[in-house]
């Protein structure tokens, strides 16, 4: 090799290591600031929640993997046996519940990081009736008519509809009397699904739910005398992906997420 051509030859070569170890100081720095170079650092995270928010969950899903390129992968469920699969060491990333109390159960058994915890959504409990009911029922002191014999409830053990809805009972003095009626459903959706089918004469879910399935169902009343409807969100301790879940839970808490909630009729925390 000529004295020019070896002179050429080092010249491109120090000029390849040059770009070669600016392109990773880009890189380790882009790291360091959080910013993502590509699919092969995009999040991948799983997010339990409750039945009630399938819906409004589906969208933000759907939204936050376009703005961000993320992969979300949802599973929907009653709150406590979501609980109870990730205390079984289910793979979850965030976790939505729809009361308190069940949120307070994962904080305690250190599942959740309390840090991240934060009430996103609130909603209603509401007694609905099949839309062709020709049943007069406008309280929910008229379930003891004899002509109610089936009344759809979320199990109050598992199901936080159902604990709303036993307490609101409870406070009317209707408990007692209307448990030989009621048909317990695992989940919310289930209690809803009983009456939209017309499978019962009425049922207790909340206020979104009924808006879901307003050409089915109709509300009969709203019911008082329990908690708060209040939904927590928090990032599980055992999540894969941390960062990546906590930009989701921001994601719920943003204008644009609290949009879609408010869309499928869920009030502000």
Same mark, same amino acid.
């Given at each position: 090799?000529?004295?020019?051509?070896?002179?050429?030859?080092?010249?491109?070569?120090?000029?390849?290591?040059?770009?070669?170890?600016?392109?990773?100081?880009?890189?380790?720095?882009?790291?360091?600031?959080?910013?993502?170079?590509?699919?092969?650092?995009?999040?991948?995270?799983?997010?339990?929640?409750?039945?009630?928010?399938?819906?409004?969950?589906?969208?933000?899903?759907?939204?936050?993997?376009?703005?961000?390129?993320?992969?979300?992968?949802?599973?929907?469920?009653?709150?406590?046996?979501?609980?109870?699969?990730?205390?079984?060491?289910?793979?979850?990333?965030?976790?939505?519940?729809?009361?308190?109390?069940?949120?307070?159960?994962?904080?305690?058994?250190?599942?959740?990081?309390?840090?991240?915890?934060?009430?996103?959504?609130?909603?209603?409990?509401?007694?609905?009736?099949?839309?062709?009911?020709?049943?007069?029922?406008?309280?929910?002191?008229?379930?003891?008519?004899?002509?109610?014999?089936?009344?759809?409830?979320?199990?109050?053990?598992?199901?936080?509809?159902?604990?709303?809805?036993?307490?609101?009972?409870?406070?009317?003095?209707?408990?007692?009397?209307?448990?030989?009626?009621?048909?317990?459903?695992?989940?919310?959706?289930?209690?809803?699904?009983?009456?939209?089918?017309?499978?019962?004469?009425?049922?207790?879910?909340?206020?979104?739910?009924?808006?879901?399935?307003?050409?089915?169902?109709?509300?009969?009343?709203?019911?008082?005398?329990?908690?708060?409807?209040?939904?927590?969100?928090?990032?599980?301790?055992? #999540?894969?992906?941390?960062?990546?879940?906590?930009?989701?839970? #921001?994601?719920?808490?943003?204008?644009?997420?609290?949009?879609?909630?408010?869309?499928?009729?869920?009030?502000?925390?």
């Amino acid at each position: 090799m000529s004295m020019s051509s070896r002179f050429a030859f080092l010249r491109r070569f120090t000029l390849c290591k040059a770009l070669h170890r600016g392109a990773l100081v880009l890189f380790l720095v882009a790291a360091l600031l959080g910013i993502r170079t590509g699919d092969a650092l995009a999040g991948n995270i799983t997010v339990s929640a409750a039945a009630s928010l399938t819906n409004a969950f589906t969208e933000l899903k759907t939204l936050f993997e376009k703005k961000t390129g993320d992969t979300v992968t949802t599973n929907f469920a009653a709150s406590n046996p979501l609980l109870r699969q990730m205390q079984e060491g289910a793979p979850v990333d965030v976790f939505a519940s729809a009361d308190q109390e069940t949120m307070d159960k994962a904080a305690a058994g250190g599942l959740v990081d309390k840090a991240t915890r934060k009430d996103f959504a609130t909603n209603g409990l509401v007694l609905i009736v099949p839309v062709a009911s020709t049943l007069k029922i406008a309280a929910a002191s008229d379930l003891k008519a004899a002509e109610v014999r089936h009344i759809a409830v979320g199990n109050p053990d598992s199901v936080p509809a159902g604990r709303y809805a036993r307490a609101a009972l409870t406070a009317a003095g209707l408990w007692e009397t209307l448990t030989p009626k009621l048909i317990v459903a695992e989940s919310v959706r289930q209690a809803l699904d009983y009456v939209a089918r017309g499978e019962v004469d009425a049922g207790f879910v909340y206020a979104t739910d009924a808006a879901i399935a307003r050409d089915k169902v109709r509300v009969a009343a709203t019911m008082t005398g329990h908690k708060p409807v209040s939904y927590p969100i928090a990032v599980a301790t055992a #999540a894969r992906d941390a960062e990546t879940a906590k930009r989701f839970v #921001a994601f719920v808490l943003s204008p644009e997420g609290q949009a879609v909630l408010a869309r499928y009729g869920f009030g502000k925390p």
